[in-house]
């Protein structure tokens, strides 16, 4: 999956949806917050099992996946498919089980009693149950060149991506387990990869370092930071700056991948559902979050797999939960 600014063809694309949103409806059996994989796998499952469900998609619907270029590792899809395409595939599908999808913001929510209450700008909706599928988003460097070269050389999942740049010199950012687990796969592929790290000691397990270390394609950068990407229609050269001597220099690669962690979109949710150190929603019990009837699926509690067929797997995880919850309060 490359990163690539695919967002207005989904905006295009929607207007294509089958079923229009009744604007004065707002009690629901199931609302699922958010539209990524993971949400909308749960919409379908709710659907189909007969619950009245809304997705509140957020105003730009589809998750991670719409800022991707081709998808090869999504089944179902022997020549692949594009990010959007394949989001747009899953809300049109979710709609024809009978979901209804308001591309509206979530700005607050109280989840204090059942029914739960989430609130956008405009109106208050109610829930029976809640399911939470907000995803998080890669760390940013910050760098203006992520964005001119994203799908075009720069990504934030060597899983998804890897295979794309096959005998090519890469460069991972970062020192975490992510950075050295994605360095160390990514050795599969290309010819060599450069660990550009800003300190001169790695945070990632002792096990995985020495792996890393003990791995002739995988070479270290310490102390210093990726300060420009740059490139012509692809991503050609990463400009580095030590951040001890302040010596520039440049790195001839054809990737960057960025692993300096992840943030998950909790922010709406402190306070009222567990979270842990990192705002990872914490699960007591399968999908089941500390408050009986709120359930949380995908990558806002997920932080090992981190892939759309693991966030569709939980969506259904979580439906499935909600039907168990919604029969025995029947
Ligand atoms: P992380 O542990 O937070 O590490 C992030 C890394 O990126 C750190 O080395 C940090 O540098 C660096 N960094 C952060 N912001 C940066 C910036 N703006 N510019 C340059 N570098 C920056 O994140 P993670 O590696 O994604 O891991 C997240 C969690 O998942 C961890 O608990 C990890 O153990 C777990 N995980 C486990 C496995 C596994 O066990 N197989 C695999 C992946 C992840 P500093 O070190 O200087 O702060």
Known sequence: MMAADANATLVEKKEDSPKMPDKKKTKYDVIIIGAGPAGYTAGIYCSRAGYDTLIL????????????TEVENFPGFEKGIMGPDLMIEMRKQTQRMGTTIVDDEVVNVDFRNAPFKILTASEEYEGRAVIIATGANPRKLGLEGEITFGGKGVSYCATCDGPFFRNQELIVAGGGDSAIEEATFLTKFATKVYVVHRRRELRASKVMQERAFNNEKIQFVWD?????IKGDQKMQKAILKNKKTNETSELEV????????????????KNQIDLDDEGYIVLKNKTHTNIDGVFAAGDVHDRTYRQAVTAAGFGCMAAIDVDKYLTEKA
């Open 224 to 228: 210093s930071e990726i300060i420009d």
């Open 57 to 68: 998609s957020g105003i730009l619907p589809g998750g991670q996946l719409v800022n991707t």
């Open 254 to 269: 054809g990737g960057l991948f960025v692993a300096i962690g992840h943030e998950p979109n909790t922010s709406l949710f």
